[in-house]
């Protein structure tokens, strides 16, 4: 009798790990499944895109909100041809835009992407449509880091970041010495302004966001011509969320052969001054 009930007890011992691992309970219910990001667009038809304004890439009108430049008219291709309804849903915290998409404020970062390592742990990035280079900035006066651009490894040298920003690697990896300034979000509107109002030495940022404010500043600030590093346009979704990020590059590839993103760039960059492009220089059979 007393085998009997050993047995029973390690069967039933046995039945309830079995049940755990496998996601049921006693009862023998399936834990409830969660939708994945994928799944929910493809039930409403609708991709939410978050979003930050940062022209040339990202240009949204002070009055009416609206959103062009390089990455909403792609964005607005690439639902065009899945047959998608894109929508600017939120303006992301370069803080915090990581868990907000894991926890589903939006379907995907539409901004540019600034993709790097660090972020690779909670984000899937798409194929990229271009590239930029990444620029020191400075005071139109200043010549200290024109022969010498280690110069900025200096305790006497003020380099303004906004927290969160991939630029900050610049920094850490090749200037560690220098003095850090830490800007926030909102101080978008004034970054360069840090360094044309002698607050900063340096800001580190793509050509065309410096280019807009240099022509509304004439005289205030230039770049230095070697680039701190090249960034990938592209977008991002939550980590593990394969099903629409590939989606998004299948439809970049399309729109990429068919030249949409290279009348994109050339709509925002005609002198190819400030992008690189994706090359797909194909020719017919001779």
């Avoid at 065309?208 to 022509?215: N, P, R, T, V």
Wanted: hydrophobic fraction near 40%; include cysteine.
């Amino acid at each position: 009798m007393r085998t009997i009930l050993v047995a029973a007890l390690v069967a039933a011992v046995v039945a309830f790990a079995v049940g755990m691992w496998t996601g049921q309970g006693a009862q023998g219910v399936a834990a409830p499944h969660k939708e994945t990001a994928y799944e929910r667009v493809m039930r409403t038809g609708v991709l939410r895109c978050g979003y930050l304004a940062w022209p040339p890439s990202v240009i949204q009108d002070p009055k009416t909100g609206e959103l062009t430049g390089i990455v909403p008219d792609y964005f607005e291709e690439v639902g065009k041809a899945t047959g998608l309804k894109i929508e600017w849903s939120t303006e992301i915290n370069l803080a915090t835009y990581l868990e907000d998409m894991k926890n589903g404020r939006y379907d995907a970062e539409c901004s540019g992407g600034w993709s790097n390592a660090l972020r690779g742990k909670m984000a899937e990035y798409t194929d990229p449509i271009g590239f930029f280079p990444v620029v020191a900035w400075v005071r139109a006066d200043d010549t200290r880091f024109d022969a010498d651009i280690s110069r900025m490894n200096s305790e006497d040298v003020r380099i303004a970041l906004i927290d969160g920003e991939s630029a900050n690697l610049i920094r850490e990896r090749r200037f560690p010495k220098s003095q850090l300034i830490p800007l926030s979000q909102q101080m978008l509107d004034v970054y360069f302004e840090q360094v044309a109002s002698g607050k900063a030495d340096v800001v580190f940022n793509d050509i065309g966001s410096g280019m807009a404010y240099m022509k509304a500043n004439p005289g205030k600030i230039k770049y230095l011509k070697q680039p701190m590093r090249v960034i990938e346009i592209n977008a991002s979704v939550a980590k593990g969320e394969h099903d629409l990020l590939g989606l998004l590059n299948t439809a970049t590839k399309e729109l990429m052969y068919d030249g949409v993103v290279d009348a994109i760039m050339d709509k925002y960059d005609p002198e190819r001054a400030q992008f690189y492009r994706v090359r797909s220089n194909y020719r017919l059979p001779e």
